[in-house]
């Protein structure tokens, strides 16, 4: 009797269960239904787009799988463009299709040009990727965090620094020394001049192996240098004296003179009587031929103790005896 009654109930709760599970299964087909609005028809209210980014809303859509989106909207996929879904996936309103268009990133480096594919990633991740190492102190133009978003060209330009030791002569000086007892046609060399050596260390940047900046890191006095001197007599012997006019010219540009009879070589002392103003020249030269004029100084010479404007002048002029 309570087997009975027991089978009774089993049964009566497996029925109950089926119906629940019945029930179930409609409810969420129905809703399911009206939620996703899954479409077996051809039409589709609203599919959202976003191409590159780019978001637009596509209304009353002829579809039934992306395929059909793409070719009613007219949007062309290049070979390696990227969507999702894929084509071949059924729509449903109010999906998103998302295209991720690839774009070409151009690199110059290493005096090469090589071409990578990318979907909007960084510059410096692209070139990771590719096994483009770059160095801390390389530069990247645009820069390393820039993202690709269109066809792109990048140049890589590899910095390198360098010491360099270079050893430099270090000019000596000249030191004239002047002695009173010494006739000023004479001079003697005291000590010898040497040059002294420096050790310069440079720090050079080069930009893809050429040199581009070069600047002093420190410097080193390795050998100093040693003064050259000169002892010049400044005594004068003054001998027989003329006076008359003094003229100029040019001829060598230095502190020369020409005199019609003194000897080639010799030297005078010409004063002029207006100022005071004196000058020690060397005969070089012939003239001047006219009356009354006694000596036809250089132009340089003639500057020393009058100006070119006065023409010709009055001298006292003094033979100097060796």
Known sequence: MHKRIRKRKIKKYFRLGIIAILIFVLAWFFVGRERHKFVRSDNIE?????????????????????RDVLKNTDIELKEKD???????AHV????????TRNKILTVKVDNEEK???TYGE????????????????DIVVPVASTIVKNDLTTEVTRVEFKEETVTKKIPFKKIVEEDSDMSFLKSELKQKGESGEKKIVYKVAYHNGEEVDRNIDKEEITKEPVDEI?????????????????????HTGTLSAANPWLPKG????????????????QINDRGPFVAGRIIDLDKVAFQK??????GVIDVKMEEIIP
């Not at 990227?82 to 071949?88: A, E, L, Q, T, V």
């Open 46 to 66: 609203q599919i959202m787009i976003i191409d590159d980014g780019l978001k637009s809303i596509i209304k009353d859509v002829d579809a039934k799988t992306v």
């Open 82 to 88: 990227r969507i999702f879904p894929s084509k071949d």
């Open 92 to 99: 449903f309103a109010d999906d998103v299709i998302t295209i």
């Open 115 to 117: 071409k990578f594919d």
């Open 122 to 137: 960084k510059i410096g991740e692209i070139l990771a990727r590719n096994d483009v190492k770059l160095d801390n102190n």
């Open 230 to 250: 000169t002892v010049k007599g400044t005594k004068v012997k003054l001998g027989k004296k003329h006076k008359g006019a003094c003229s100029w010219y040019s």
């Open 266 to 281: 010799s030297y005078v002392k010409v004063t002029n009587k207006a100022n005071g103003k004196s000058v020690i020249v």
């Open 305 to 310: 103790i009058a100006s070119l404007g006065a």
